[in-house]
């Protein structure tokens, strides 16, 4: 038996045993199964944060570069007439000569095609008489993955650019991560930094919140995977990748869930193969902002397609769990992902079972009690001091009321839903089907929704905001 069915076969039993207990033993040992996600999310959170520190220490300053490698950006569009010409403004003003713009035309509906040819002089041919850099491929309906392949077989560049049609790049991302392949040549794959902004609505306020938080500790957390040579989550939205090392593996896979996070599975293969780890990083000079949902059901369908992929491309790669051949990679950190297929339904249980007993009329027990409330002030100091380390990362003063308020209520709400996504995830993965609607939500993301939203949380800076404010007299001179 491999190290992977040992692992998910071990969680799996535990889980098993703790929730007999929760019927069999007397308190606090009929809570074990809370006993049990606290103590393991605990050391989780304590190691994230010291290895954060650790890798925060060792990265350097961004240092004077040419012009760097040219770079072709690739946006696949399905529908996105509402937010694309945000997004292609904010590429255009930072490309240089011998870059350039794919737009790769899914099928749109809604008009996607005539707004490129009305505002960027997009022609029969494909091509702007307007910006020569931007090019339009249109093809049916085939999802993202088969979108960007088509346009991979079409570039020379020397890198590859993924951006989301709804992602908006801040001055000096593209630089920046030209900076970075060209100072590292065996640098493979890349990604900026992305601050979360919703769409106004009912539930806006609070999403915007607590993804913030969510998505600042995440790439947080990523520099420490950097560190290490294992860094497998490289946001699609925003992501740069060499082009050779592209091609070397075969672009991405139409048939997974989640293609970015697959193709960094592939790229770790190939490199650990040679004797090599796979060189990735997060550049922090590289920032970006990107829509997220906004409402419990459309966050709960992307967690749950999310959680869904993951499992697939965990399962998938299996054989690399443990396996020495591929360094921490296998030793460690899928080790730790793969305890991580279990863990959401470890915490949506413990509190399921905490609300049992606590309708039951029986009183909780004191060490329960002492139990939650240290975890709660211990997630506190911690979530405190990781966002003093992004603040110092990224320039930023991150903290206050907000960060006080999201981090007290987090367990009681955000969590909860994220946890829920994940039992989704798991009940599509064993289904073989997720009810994935194939129009996207119509989205109306303005930037004056998008200021306020950013500079609330502390992510927009003074440049940034006025980037923002001329982008949106663009729009609206566009319009008259």
Known sequence: MNSFSLLLGGAAFLLVLTLAAAVALPPPLSWMIGIS??????????????????????????????SGPSAAVLIAARNEGSVLPMALDAVLLQVQPGDRVLVIDDGSTDGTVELLQD?????????????????????????????????????????????????????GALQALRAAFAREPA??????????????????????????????????????WMRDDTLVLIS??????????????????????????????RLHRKSLQTGEPLKARVVGEARATTDAPA?????????????????????????????????????WHLRLKTIDLLLPIYGLLAFSALIAFAFSGKRIDRFILALLVFKLLFDLSCHFYAFRLYGRWQGKRIGGARALLATLTEPFG???????????????????????????????????????????????????????????????????
Request: with cysteine; glycine share 8%.
């Open 414 to 480: 955000f969590q909860l839903l994220r946890q829920l996504g994940a039992l989704l995830g798991w009940v599509a993965f064993l289904r073989g089907r997720i009810d994935w609607h194939p129009q996207r939500k119509v989205r109306v993301l303005h930037a004056n929704a998008l200021l306020p939203a950013a500079a609330s949380v502390g992510c927009a800076d003074k440049n940034g905001a006025s980037y923002l404010y001329a982008l949106r007299g663009r729009l609206r001179r566009d319009r008259q």
């Open 187 to 224: 640098l493979a794959a890349a990604c900026g930094v992305l601050t979360p902004v919703c769409q106004p609505g009912f539930y806006s306020r609070a999403f915007q919140l607590y993804q913030t938080f969510e998505y600042l500790r995440g790439f947080l957390w990523r520099l420490s």
């Open 236 to 265: 699609g939205a925003f992501a740069a990748f060499r082009r050779t090392r592209l091609e070397e593996v075969g672009g991405f896979d139409p048939t997974s869930l989640v293609e970015d996070y697959e193709l960094m599975f």
């Open 119 to 171: 505002r960027y002089g997009v022609q029969s041919n494909g091509r702007s008489s307007m910006h020569p850099s931007l090019q339009l491929l249109r093809k049916p309906n085939s999802g993202k993955a088969r979108s960007l392949n088509l346009a991979l077989r079409l570039v020379q560049e020397e890198l590859v650019i993924t951006l989301d049609a709804d992602t908006c790049m801040e001055p």
């Open 37 to 66: 996600y606290i103590a393991y999310d605990t050391w989780l959170l304590l190691h994230m944060v010291r290895a954060s520190r650790a890798a925060l220490l060792g990265v350097e300053p961004p240092s004077p570069s040419g």
């Open 295 to 331: 409402r419990p059901g459309i966050f709960l369908r992307q967690r749950t397609r999310w959680f869904a992929g993951f499992i697939e491309t965990i399962i998938r790669n299996r054989d690399l769990v443990g396996s020495s051949a591929y360094g921490r990679l296998g030793t």
